[in-house]
């Protein structure tokens, strides 16, 4: 595979990660909404200001108590997904990537690091794939609000 075609599938990921991505901090926003009984744009404003990671942990202590409005369940279940979305989303779009000129293969700096390692690009698809289920399950949550 050539470095400009390599780089153009790189890019295709990316991106897909990048949209699964906004739609995924969107999902969060509107499960925030829902545990505290505000309006969708409230929740998105809140979420925006807290961060993705800041809302789950928000959301997790919401589901703990009394009265809470959704399947509480349903919701710490979904959160260990949105946990493992949340943080390959932030591996593959925060990390540098890049293609080695003469091989295609990718690289990108290993966390705690500097060093460069050869990373497929199928871990954006495993990415991407998160992040579409755990939208899909955060939906699937707003429909059990009592």
């Keep these: 595979m050539s470095a400009p075609q390599a780089t153009g599938e790189l890019l295709i990921r990316l991106g897909k990660v990048a949209s699964n991505g906004q739609a995924f901090e969107l999902t969060v926003g509107l499960v925030l909404a829902q545990s505290l009984g505000i309006s969708p744009e409230n929740g998105s404003l809140v979420a925006a200001q807290l961060g993705v990671a800041g ?46 000129s003469e091989t295609g293969e990718f690289t990108s700096v290993v966390e705690r690091g ?13 990415v991407a794939t998160q992040l579409h289920d755990a939208i899909l399950e955060g939906q699937a949550l707003l429909k059990t609000a009592g």
């Design 114 to 126: 500097l060093k460069l390692k050869p990373r497929p690009l199928s871990e954006l698809d495993t």
């Design 55 to 100: 809302t789950l942990k928000l959301i997790a202590g919401l589901a703990k108590q009394d009265g809470y409005p959704l399947d509480a369940n349903a919701v710490v279940r979904w959160l260990k997904n949105a946990d493992q979305a949340n943080a390959g989303r932030n591996r593959a779009i925060h990390v540098p990537w890049a293609a080695d």
